[in-house]
């Protein structure tokens, strides 16, 4: 039971005839708070330490709008594609895009955090107030309650100086509209630089390096004997039953470009697990609808870019046909089109269509007709 001495309380017209800061002290009262001191930070209006306090707090303000606009600029224009090591100079601005985001959008909210902070140091007053604990009624709050509130919530805005520190407004106002903007871009952002955009450019995240370049070109596997100069064509009779090996596109047409030789065993998106399934086992198979005429006899081709997160599904376990994924221990199974089993992956590994050409060597018969790598929602399965 409170022991506090409730205030007289003021009739309507009492009521209309009081000033704020009457309101203020009245609302104090009912809510038994006594203000012991409420200083104004700034007594003398204008001086210069006044001055100065205030273009530090409109300083932070206006650096979290210039680096949020900063962010968005980076956001959407910066070159974010990536460029291979071999072009120095586009491979140093992509190398530079995450770092940039984080630093600009970073440094945005922290000045934003600090402007705020100083902002109510150096000019909302600290005032001195005790207040004695009741109970509360639950019942609604009356218009006396409503008024006083308000007063008390416009005597905070007053002693706050904000309204005349047209400055501080302003800088403010530009800071959180540039971080307003940073939130509304970066969903966008995607968007705006559609991935999917021109699925035929073979750049697309539709295409691998598996693609031809042109119709009818023939596409080789080619394995990495660690000279990247050096061409080793694969044959079915080079793989024993149970065997797996890792194999690259090869194009006639690059067969002098050093830079695209060497470029085919780096793309991260090319390598494909060639398997030889044991004659037991390939007698077993379950392939996947529309895909039935994908491999050549025992031979199956599976890409080697982990549907979960993408790390390389390097380990092919001949015992058991299941391909292991290092990362988190996804395991597909090699004898139903690499479908997962076990772990976290969730999709199939993409099929390489394959065969044989005349001359004997495996090519491959077209692209993935799936986009590899990381389970997104344009892939069905
Ligand atoms: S990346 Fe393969 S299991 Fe996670």
């Known amino acids: 039971m409170s022991s506090e001495k409730e205030p007289n309380l003021p009739g309507d017209d009492e ?11 009245l609302g104090t009262k009912l809510d038994g708070v006594e203000i012991v001191d409420y200083p104004t930070p700034w007594p003398v209006e204008g001086t210069r330490a006044e001055k100065r306090a205030e273009r530090i707090v409109a300083l932070w303000f206006a650096l979290c709008a210039i680096s949020g606009l900063a ?7 910066w070159p974010w594609r990536y460029e291979p090591p071999t072009d120095e100079t586009g491979h140093f601005w992509y190398s530079l895009y995450t770092p940039v985001l984080g630093v600009t959008l970073g440094v945005s909210v922290l000045a934003l955090s600090v402007g705020v902070l100083l ?10 107030a005790i207040q004695q604990r009741h109970d509360g009624g639950g019942e609604g709050s009356p218009e006396l309650d409503k008024q006083t509130i308000v007063a008390q919530l416009a005597d905070s805005g007053q002693r706050s100086t904000i309204a005349r520190r047209s400055l501080v407004k302003r800088t403010l106002g530009a800071g959180a509209g540039a971080l307003g903007l940073a939130t509304v871009v970066l969903p966008l952002a995607g968007f ?5 955009k021109n ?3 073979k750049e697309s995240l539709w295409h691998t390096g598996w693609q031809p370049l042109f119709p009818g070109e023939v596409v080789y596997l080619r394995r990495n004997t660690g000279n990247s100069h050096e061409i080793s064509l694969v044959r079915p009779e080079d793989l024993d039953a149970g065997a797996m090996e890792t194999v690259f596109p090869f194009r006639e ?6 830079h695209a030789l060497s470029q085919a065993l780096k793309r991260s998106d090319n390598p ?3 398997i030889r399934l044991r004659p037991a086992d390939a007698a077993r198979v379950i392939k996947r609808k529309g895909q039935e005429d994908f491999n050549y006899g025992d031979y199956y081709a599976y890409t080697k870019i982990c549907s979960h997160v993408g790390c390389p599904t390097s380990l092919y376990e001949q015992r058991t046909n299941r391909i292991l994924c290092p990362c988190h221990q996804s395991q597909f199974d090699a004898l139903q089109y ?11 590994l993409a099929q390489l269509p394959i065969t044989v050409n005349e001359e004997g060597y495996f090519v491959a018969r077209g692209d993935f007709i799936e986009a590899i790598g990381p389970g997104f929602w344009e892939r069905k399965s």
């Open 192 to 196: 705006i630089r559609d991935p999917w």
């Open 338 to 348: 690499a479908k997962p089993v076990f772990g976290p992956a969730t999709r199939a």
């Open 199 to 201: 699925s035929e450019n």
């Open 272 to 274: 494909v697990m060639l």
């Open 71 to 77: 962010f968005v600029v980076a956001l959407v224009w």
């Open 119 to 128: 902002y109510a140091k150096k000019f909302v007053p600290q005032e001195l």
């Open 15 to 25: 009521l209309a005839r009081m000033d704020r800061d009457e309101l203020v002290r």
């Open 253 to 258: 047409s690059e067969r002098d470009d050093e």
